[in-house]
């Protein structure tokens, strides 16, 4: 959509030079210097931001992912669903695949954004404990659905989402599904170190500890990666409509949160149904579940992504019919 011009802009001349009457550009020493004190503004704040969420992230022991050889390799073994589905949901950009780097960095900060979630969850937890069973679905649906999927986003926000290869909405669902990557790490990490901690019968007991906390993990990880797939969509969705960009990316945070919170309030009791229905141990009836709602909300944002790649694909080809008419058309009239 066009640039909203101001009156004296749109009814001027091209020749007229509106400068500090209807438009601006840098000129002079004093422009650049507000631009200057503008870009430093804005990386102080993004680095005040990173900073705080590392200090939080050593504060509540998240580092043990990496200083604690065992709990590290139990870390990436609980991340592994959650890594094949986000190379899943890259390999379906139909666009330009993005940058391994982007991809990285934006990793690293759904690891770090991530705590911002763990304190805001930890502070207000009380406030709903008191309500039994209501209070924690509210808590579900008030405080971690929402929080958590928009902390997933502001590492999306902080640095792939300003950068030229950010180029297309289905790129929003591929660093979306990064930052649930990066969040459904840490978050393993520290469940894991918390597991670990409790007390266990000798090396034994440490492993068979180790192992179940990492089994449920692994299973938890791949709804973060579609959860913030979806909202990443729609911040997508909202760079390229920027008149509309507040609603759509509530309208993202809202689907991705309402997904969440919804698999928390009711994890607990479909396993339980699972079991007596089936008779299978606990495990077996979580993995069952999981399957079943994954698989139904991950088809549903898979069908919004090959909608995608089949208007790309469309318009693409028509594009290039029309180019390859223009082509023939010109050489016939070259002859």
């Not at 990793?107 to 937890?125: C, D, P």
């Given at each position: 959509?066009?640039?909203?011009?101001?009156?004296?802009?749109?009814?001027?001349?091209?020749?007229?030079?509106?400068?500090?009457?209807?438009?601006?550009?840098?000129?002079?020493?004093?422009?650049?210097?507000?631009?200057?004190?503008?870009?430093?503004?804005?990386?102080?704040?993004?680095?005040?931001?990173?900073?705080?969420?590392?200090?939080?992230?050593?504060?509540?022991?998240?580092?043990?992912?990496?200083?604690?050889?065992?709990?590290?390799?139990?870390?990436?073994?609980?991340?592994?669903?959650?890594?094949?589905?986000?190379?899943?949901?890259r390999q379906s950009d139909v666009t330009h695949a993005e940058p391994l780097s982007l991809l990285v960095a934006t990793?690293?900060?759904?690891?770090?954004?991530?705590?911002?979630?763990?304190?805001?969850?930890?502070?207000?937890?009380p406030l709903f404990s008191g309500l039994g069973f209501l209070g924690t679905v509210l808590f579900f649906f008030l405080i971690v659905g929402p929080v958590e999927e928009t902390v997933k986003l502001l590492a999306v926000r902080l640095y792939a989402y300003g950068t030229d290869s950010f180029e297309a909405v289905v790129d929003g669902a591929v660093y979306g599904a990064v930052a649930g990557l990066g969040f459904a790490t840490i978050e393993n990490a520290l469940y894991i170190t918390q597991g670990l901690d409790a007390p266990t019968a000798g090396a034994l007991g440490l492993i068979g500890a180790g192992g179940g906390i990492t089994a449920v993990r692994a299973l938890a990880g791949p709804g973060h990666v579609i959860y913030s797939a979806f909202a990443g969509y729609y911040l997508g969705l909202a760079k390229f409509n920027p008149n509309s960009r507040g609603p759509i990316i509530i309208k993202g945070l809202l689907i991705a949160a309402f997904i969440h919170a919804t698999y928390n309030a009711t994890v607990g009791i479909g396993t339980g149904l699972i079991g007596l229905a089936t008779g299978l141990p606990q495990l077996p009836s979580f993995l069952v579940y999981v399957l079943i709602y994954d698989g139904f909300f991950g088809a549903i944002l898979f069908r919004k992504i090959r909608r995608y790649s089949h208007t790309y694909r469309s318009v693409h080809e028509s594009e290039t019919a029309e180019e390859s008419a223009f082509d023939v058309e010109t050489d016939e009239f070259e002859s």
């Open positions: 959509m066009s640039r909203r011009r101001d009156p004296v802009e749109e009814r001027a001349d091209e020749g007229v030079d509106l400068y500090d009457v209807a438009t601006w550009e840098r000129r002079g020493v004093l422009d650049t210097v507000a631009a200057g004190i503008y870009r430093v503004l804005v990386a102080s704040t993004r680095l005040f931001v990173i900073g705080l969420a590392l200090l939080i992230l050593v504060a509540i022991g998240g580092l043990s992912a990496i200083t604690d050889p065992q709990i590290g390799a139990l870390t990436l073994l609980s991340a592994l669903p959650a890594l094949a589905l986000t190379i899943y949901v990793f690293l900060l759904g690891v770090l954004t991530a705590n911002f979630a763990a304190v805001l969850n930890s502070y207000t937890k």
